[in-house]
């Protein structure tokens, strides 16, 4: 059974947290496919001035945070494509979600969230790329319906990774649980 959770907007205030959770995650899911300096060099303080602006920013569609008992435990971000897709209107940016917290129904509450808010904003299909030699996280887009679309290179600074691309259309967005 999945534990007692609240998705809500994420906040101004929320940048200390997400900056947390994204090292976190980060730590946690890309080790050993990412090299292990770039995720040591990773600075919260760093990080939490990012998030603060882009919070004060705006331009997601949605940015959620997800909490158990209070504490966020992870978030998702989506909004327009950003590749100029034609086939998908929608992106689901990112998800993060605390190791501790994986694997309860929690993601898929995440995903369903911002699907809800990509199709209220009346993009009716969405993808999301994922790094291609992250298995877990692969497994849990297919899982949850989702097509494999494609493959390219992502440069971030100083490497290069492999991402593919997983896809729903309308009915697969319908059916994450809305």
Do not use: C, K
């Not at 100083?158 to 896809?167: I, K």
């Amino acid at each position: 059974m999945s534990p007692q959770h609240l998705i809500r907007a994420a906040r101004t205030e929320d940048a200390g947290v997400l900056a947390r959770v994204h090292v976190a995650t980060w730590r946690s899911s890309y080790g050993g496919l990412i090299p292990q300096a770039y995720l040591d060099r990773l600075d919260v303080a760093d990080l939490e001035s990012r998030w603060r602006s882009r919070l004060s920013l705006g331009g997601e569609t949605e940015l959620a945070v997800v909490e158990v008992d209070g504490e966020v435990v992870g978030y998702a971000s989506g909004g327009p494509e950003r590749e100029r897709d034609p086939s998908y209107e929608g992106e689901l940016y990112g998800l993060y979600l605390l190791p501790a917290w994986q694997r309860q129904g929690i993601g898929r509450a995440l995903v369903a969230h911002v699907a809800g808010r990509l199709m209220g904003a009346g993009m009716r299909s969405m993808l999301v790329w994922v790094l291609a030699a992250n298995a877990p996280a692969r497994g849990f887009y297919e899982h949850l319906g989702g097509a494999f679309l494609r493959e390219h290179g992502l440069d971030l600074d100083e490497f290069t990774v492999r991402e593919v691309a997983y896809g729903w259309g309308w009915q697969g967005m319908a059916g994450l649980g809305l």
